[in-house]
C-alpha cells in the first residue's frame, strides 16, 4: 500500500531469530518472507550492526541499502559509579536473559577460579530465565554468588553503580555474532570493567588502544 501511494518505508529488522525450536524455523519463514518483501519495495533496511548486514546481504544481496545502528543507551543514567566500593571484594555483574543457552555457567567457572587463587570475587546474576532454578540451586552452595531475579529496569543503573566488572559470556551463534549488545553499553556507561567472549558483536570501533585480548577463547572454558 506504502509503495503504491509512493511512500517512502523501511524495514526494520532487529536480529534473526535466535532460540532452537519449531517456533523459531516458523519465524526464519517469516524473517525471508518480510526481508524479501521489503527488498522489493522499501527505500532501505536498518539493522543493529555490521554484521547483522552482512547476513542480510549475503541471503539476499546488497541491491538495497542497509543501515547498521547500534543499540544506545543514556549514559547519565547509568554515571552512578560508588566510590565507597570496598577494595577488598572484587564485585562481577551479569544482567539479561539466565539462559543456558546465554552460557551463564561460565561467569561462575570464573568466579570459582578467581577464588581458588585466593582473591574474594563475588558474582551478581540479574535476570530470570529457563536457567533460573538451576542457578539458584548451584548459590546454595556458594555464599559468594547471587541469585538478583528480574527487576525494574529502572533499578539497574544503581545495581551496577556497586560492581566493578560486568560479564558477557555469549558464544558464537549467529543471533549473538550479529547482535548489538546494549548491556555492553551499559556496563561501560556505569564505569565497569567488561570481559567479554571475543566475537565481532563485542568489539567497538576505534578501540584498539584500551580494548585487549587474552588469548583465552573464554572465560574458562569452552
Same mark, same amino acid.
Given at each position: ?56 546481504? @549475503?541471503?539476499?544481496?546488497? @541491491? ?21 566500593? @570496598? ?50 540451586? /548451584? ?5 559468594? /554468588? ?16 556497586? /560492581? ?5 559470556? /555469549?558464544?558464537?551463534?549467529? @543471533? ?47
Amino acid at each position: 500500500i506504502a509503495a503504491k501511494k509512493k511512500i517512502p518505508c523501511f524495514l526494520i529488522d532487529r536480529g534473526p531469530p535466535a532460540y532452537p525450536g519449531i517456533l523459531t524455523k516458523i519465524q526464519w519463514v517469516l524473517f525471508r518472507k518480510s526481508w524479501k518483501k521489503a527488498f522489493k519495495y522499501a527505500n532501505a533496511g536498518f539493522v543493529v550492526s555490521v554484521e547483522h548486514a552482512k547476513l542480510i546481504e @549475503s541471503i539476499f544481496g546488497d @541491491s538495497m541499502r542497509i543501515i547498521p545502528v547500534s543499540a544506545g543507551i543514556d549514559p547519565q543514567l547509568f554515571n552512578l559509579k560508588n566510590s565507597s566500593n @570496598s577494595e577488598s571484594e572484587l564485585k562481577f555483574a551479569y544482567h539479561g536473559r539466565l539462559d543456558q543457552k546465554r552460557r551463564i555457567i561460565l561467569t561462575i567457572d570464573l568466579v570459582e577460579e578467581l577464588r581458588k587463587l585466593g582473591i574474594n570475587a563475588t558474582l551478581r546474576l540479574i535476570g530470570e530465565g529457563d536457567q533460573l532454578k538451576e542457578l539458584e540451586l /548451584m548459590s546454595k552452595d556458594r555464599n559468594w /554468588m547471587k541469585i538478583i531475579g528480574k527487576v525494574e529496569h529502572s533499578e539497574i543503573p544503581r545495581i551496577l553503580s556497586k /560492581m566493578d566488572i560486568g560479564l558477557l559470556p /555469549m558464544g558464537s551463534e549467529i @543471533s549473538w555474532i550479529t547482535a548489538s549488545p546494549i548491556k555492553l553499553f551499559e556496563f561501560a556507561a556505569s564505569g565497569l570493567v567488561v570481559i567479554a567472549t571475543d566475537i565481532e558483536a563485542h568489539q567497538i570501533d576505534n578501540s584498539e588502544s584500551w580494548l585487549r585480548k587474552t588469548g583465552v577463547e573464554t572465560f574458562v572454558r569452552d
